[in-house]
């Protein structure tokens, strides 16, 4: 069972959406949840429903439906969550985004739901047994733009070049074609990609050990006090019903 934090803050806004629970009634709101279809076991779009699916998902609908919430989830690049919440386009983030500081200024985070450090991945052949971040000092890396990840990795100042990219596909694709040296990604992420074949040609290194640890949970605007009230009472039924690890396990992680 994951530590759980105490209320933090963060937010994102939406696009096109996809019904989850029911319609809503006359006067009645109905919540709109950022999640991202590229984010694998977190969030992420099933081709054959054309559904966003994942742990996060999973983790919001038991939420709605212990407190009677009406939800739709919207689909939303990731560096647009926080923008598109802040900005009134969403109501509700439940993706793979984690707390930090710096966030919990502009949103409001529930308890902790997932925790987790990142994963470093070479190309597959690359015998590499990296440890630390300083083994790969004057190398070329990549992360996710606006991730912690991609900060501290460039503030390190270790590396020859730190690229950022919008989606973890494209940072797997340019290790995969060997144009940067190393990725960095959520460690579920890539595992459960790897494991379902979806990501090729690359390896995570299991000698690394991760240094920034991810923790997350569902995130609302500042000023949604009732909302993250009622957010945090489903969290703490569900961790007294064993959910978090339930819902884990169905997805391998």
């Given amino acids: 069972m994951m530590n759980r934090r105490d209320v933090i803050a963060l937010g994102l806004g939406g696009i096109a959406s996809m019904a989850v629970l029911p319609a809503r009634a006359q006067g009645e709101r109905v919540l709109k949840v950022g999640c991202t279809p590229t984010g694998a076991p977190f969030t992420f779009l099933n081709l054959q429903s054309q559904q966003i699916e994942g742990v996060m998902v999973d ?8 407190k009677n919430l009406k939800i739709e989830i919207v689909p939303l690049a990731w560096s647009a969550l926080i923008p598109s919440l802040t900005a009134g386009q969403i109501d509700v983030i439940s993706a793979a985004v984690s707390y930090t500081a710096e966030r919990e200024k502009i949103v409001l985070f529930s308890k902790i739901v997932n925790g987790f450090g990142e994963a470093c991945f070479v ?3 690359n015998d590499a047994a990296y440890v630390t971040r300083e083994d790969l000092k004057g190398l070329t890396v990549g992360a996710q733009a606006g991730t912690f990840y991609y900060d501290r990795l460039l503030a390190s100042g270790l590396f020859k070049d730190v690229k950022a990219y919008d989606l973890i596909p ?8 060997g144009r940067i040296d190393a990725g960095f990604a959520d460690q579920p992420v890539i595992a459960y990609n790897i494991g379902e074949d979806t990501y090729t040609s690359i390896r995570i290194v299991e000698s690394y050990k ?6 997350q949970g569902i995130i609302v605007r500042k000023g949604e006090a009732e909302l993250l ?14 959910s978090f690890n339930k819902i884990r396990a169905s997805w391998k992680i």
């Fill in 59 to 66: 983790i919001i609908k038991e939420i709605a439906e212990r």
């Fill in 123 to 125: 190309k597959e052949g």
């Fill in 170 to 177: 494209d940072i797997v694709r340019e290790v995969a074609n």
């Fill in 210 to 215: 991760p240094v920034d640890m991810a923790e």
């Fill in 229 to 242: 009230a009622q957010v945090n009472e489903a969290i703490d039924e569900m961790f007294a019903a064993d």
